[in-house]
């Protein structure tokens, strides 16, 4: 049986690979009000029409907003599975009987020892990109986002948060800490390559947006001297226009290897169908934007895609 979440990112999965394909393949046809809510950032959709969207839009510095909430989200969720599994914590009643509604979970699907690393590991994400998207990130003050992409960041982290934690036990199925799972077979093979992979790519996507910031901000300075966009260059830019999108997609394979559950899996089809079709679509752009564009380059996946 579907639960909640296993319905909003199918269907999130489902309408923007849907919304990017009939994009690219027809977009001399596809209603202006369409490609105006699904692009923003680079290949934002530049025509006249469809303006009254412009009531729903916001800035896309509100991407900070994400980072914000999961960071606090996250740490508090960690923390207190630290409580429950280390301090001997009971789960309050309350949040188990809203996790088992959200989930509908009446088993343990996850050990603790993968439950508490996917948490971690998400934590450590956050926490970097609240850094950049305040400190370091430099968002163009005519960039803006249609209102339903603000929305899906905030339910996505609210979503992968309440899996690694709902989906762990104790805080579903029995509670009885006699016979609670702390570490499986999978978990024990997995456990050193999945983290060591996770943080190459998390550095990797750092040092990504690092070459984004100084594109637009001088280095000596660090003042930001222009808002306009350049064609990104070095690290893995040699291979592909979107590495950050290329690590994040390989960073949530990581997550879904150690939190394989039907939501979870529901979660990363929607991370893998977003990162791909932005990835596409700000390929394209860069590429009818800029004469000299690196013609070796493709857009997401080294030599693939």
Not at 41 to 65: D, T, V, W
Not at 188 to 209: A, D, R
């Amino acid at each position: 049986m579907l639960n909640v979440l296993d319905f909003v990112f199918l269907n999130l999965a489902i309408s923007v690979t849907f919304t990017g394909v009939l994009i690219k393949k027809f977009g001399d046809y596809v209603p202006a009000f369409i490609k105006k809510s699904f692009s923003y950032g680079s290949f934002a959709y530049q025509g006249s029409e469809a303006n009254f969207l412009q009531i729903i839009e916001i800035p896309k510095a509100y991407y900070r907003h994400f980072y914000l909430f999961s960071s606090i989200f996250s740490v508090l969720s960690l923390f207190y599975m630290i409580f429950v599994y280390f301090l001997g914590f009971s789960v309050n009643e309350y949040l188990f009987t809203a996790l088992n509604y959200i989930l509908l979970e009446d088993q343990t699907p996850v050990s603790i020892t993968a439950a508490l690393l996917a948490l971690s590991l998400l934590t450590l994400q956050c926490l970097r990109r609240l850094y950049e998207t305040y400190y370091l990130q430099v968002f163009a003050k005519s960039s803006k986002m249609n209102i339903s992409h603000y929305f899906a960041g905030i339910i996505h982290y609210f979503a992968c948060i309440v899996v690694c934690v709902g989906q762990a036990p104790l805080f579903c199925g029995s509670q009885n800490r006699e016979k609670v799972t702390w570490i499986d077979t999978k978990t024990t093979i997995l456990f050193v390559p999945c983290t060591l992979i996770f943080l190459w790519c998390w550095y990797e996507q750092y040092q990504t947006n690092i070459i984004f910031a100084y594109l637009r901000k001088d280095k000596k300075s660090n003042k930001i001297v222009t808002e306009d966009h350049r064609v990104p260059n070095g690290r893995m830019f040699k291979y592909v226009s979107s590495p950050h999108r290329m690590c994040e997609i390989i960073m949530y394979t990581v997550l879904v290897f150690l939190i394989t559950t039907k939501t979870f899996v529901c979660i990363y089809l929607w991370v893998l169908s977003n990162q791909i079709q932005t990835g596409i679509h700000a390929h394209e752009w860069y590429k009818k934007t800029f004469k000299n564009y690196p013609a070796k380059r493709t857009a997401v996946f080294p030599y693939v895609l």
